[in-house]
């Protein structure tokens, strides 16, 4: 409640309805003088702030400690009191993916300039290096030895004994067995004739009409050969920009999957319609998706902190969040659907089942559709 004045007419100046009270029934508008001095327009800011703020705190702290709760109470019809569940999602994945893109940005010439920098440091030895081009780590038999973004703080001890063991390994083979090096990692690996566009629509030109390559083979070729002549010999800048463009897809993805994890629910759940339409699965969805965001908040937290102080704690830590998706999930179930253990556990299986099955087409389709906008 604002300290305006009350005016003494009745009338909602928002809707013209009758007011009885301070506010309207039927607009909710509060009936004040519309004329307001300097300072209760900064008191009734302040007011407004610290009225979301106390929702979104209310909301936050039942959404991590009591798993089921919110949902249950939006289908009872206690909204009020409460932040509207959509509202917050937009609000909770909006500084979620803030976060999210100050932590893990990619820096495309950056990438590309290390990468050749790290292929010129293995080109003469046995030894084959992985790159994660998200986190920048570069790893080598499973080991990380550096990062791609700060490739002066390079391990360069455990480089030389890897190198050193591999060389043991390659000595210890058999007298005239071949050891063969890896190749640079190259996103489409064909044959010469693809090296190019030109060269690919030269060959199918070449071919009878009935021998050539259907509209969506050539569209994957045609493609395919465009990023090979492009990265043919940068092909870290090629991960590094497939990368970049995924993971400005995650709010995309997230937003599309939230609806198939409702869908899926729906289905589980399919004998009690009537008590729970695909509106109450979609409600349960979001307020866990809520939480997810987190929950990842927290570990992004953690693992920060662990890197800065290298104390072990927040190492379990983190391991403690990465099993409290799956706990969390399974309690909310149980106190939002009422159904008895075994039914829920065999529930939960499947919702994770069929969630991850459709979770991996999801990526996949958005990893390809990165790959087709570089």
């Known amino acids: 409640m604002s300290h305006g004045k009350e005016r003494k007419e009745k009338n909602c100046l928002n809707c013209n309805a009758r007011v009885f009270g301070r506010y309207c029934h039927v607009c909710?508008?509060?009936?004040?003088?519309?004329?307001?001095?300097?300072?209760?327009?900064?008191?009734?800011?302040?007011?407004?702030?610290?009225?979301?703020?106390?929702?979104?705190g209310k909301a936050i702290r039942y959404v991590l400690f009591r798993p089921g709760f919110l949902p249950a109470e939006y289908a009872r019809g206690r909204r009020i009191s409460y932040m509207n569940p959509v509202r917050m999602y937009v609000f909770t994945s909006a500084f979620f993916f803030i976060i999210f893109f100050s932590l893990f940005k990619i820096d495309d010439n950056a990438v590309a300039v290390s990468y050749a920098k790290l292929e010129e440091r293995f080109r003469d030895s046995d030894v084959n290096f992985d790159v994660n081009f998200v986190s920048g780590e570069i790893s080598i038999a499973r080991q990380t030895v550096g990062n791609l973004n700060r490739?002066?703080?390079?391990?360069?001890?455990?480089?030389?004994?890897?190198?050193?063991?591999?060389?043991?390994?390659?000595?210890?083979?058999?007298?005239?067995?071949?050891?063969?090096?890896?190749?640079?990692?190259?996103?489409?690996?064909?044959?010469?004739?693809?090296?190019?566009?030109?060269?690919?629509?030269?060959?199918?030109?070449?071919?009878?009409?009935?021998?050539?390559?259907?509209?969506?083979?050539?569209?994957?070729?045609?493609?395919?050969?465009?990023?090979?002549?492009?990265?043919?010999?940068?092909?870290?800048?090629?991960?590094?920009?497939?990368?970049?463009?995924?993971?400005?897809?995650?709010?995309?993805?997230?937003?599309?999957?939230?609806?198939?994890?409702?869908?899926?629910?729906?289905?589980?759940?399919?004998?009690?319609?009537?008590?729970?339409?695909?509106?109450?699965?979609?409600?349960?969805?979001?307020?866990?998706?809520?939480?997810?965001?987190?929950?990842?908040?927290?570990?992004?937290?953690?693992?920060?902190?662990?890197?800065?102080?290298?104390?072990?704690?927040?190492?379990?830590?983190?391991?403690?969040?990465?099993?409290?998706?799956?706990?969390?999930?399974?309690?909310?179930?149980?106190?939002?659907y009422g159904q008895g253990r075994a039914k829920t556990i065999i529930k939960y299986f499947l919702l994770n089942f069929i969630f991850f099955i459709l979770v991996i087409f999801l990526f996949t389709g958005f990893l390809i559709f990165s790959a087709f906008n570089i």
């Open 28 to 56: 909710g508008q509060e009936n004040i003088e519309p004329k307001e001095s300097a300072w209760e327009l900064v008191v009734h800011f302040f007011n407004d702030i610290t009225h979301f703020e106390g929702k979104f």
């Open 151 to 336: 490739m002066d703080q390079l391990n360069e001890k455990l480089i030389d004994s890897l190198i050193k063991v591999k060389a043991q390994e390659r000595d210890s083979l058999q007298t005239g067995e071949l050891v063969k090096k890896k190749k640079p990692p190259i996103l489409f690996d064909f044959n010469e004739k693809f090296e190019s566009v030109k060269a690919y629509d030269s060959i199918q030109q070449s071919l009878p009409e009935n021998e050539r390559d259907g509209w969506f083979t050539t569209l994957v070729n045609r493609k395919a050969a465009h990023i090979n002549e492009k990265y043919g010999k940068t092909p870290g800048l090629a991960f590094a920009r497939i990368s970049d463009v995924f993971l400005h897809k995650l709010p995309t993805i997230f937003f599309v999957s939230l609806p198939m994890f409702a869908l899926i629910l729906s289905l589980l759940y399919i004998r009690r319609r009537k008590e729970f339409n695909f509106v109450n699965h979609g409600i349960f969805s979001i307020y866990y998706y809520i939480f997810c965001f987190l929950a990842m908040l927290l570990y992004f937290a953690a693992n920060k902190l662990g890197e800065t102080t290298g104390w072990s704690i927040f190492i379990w830590l983190q391991i403690a969040l990465g099993f409290s998706f799956f706990i969390y999930l399974y309690k909310a179930m149980r106190n939002y």
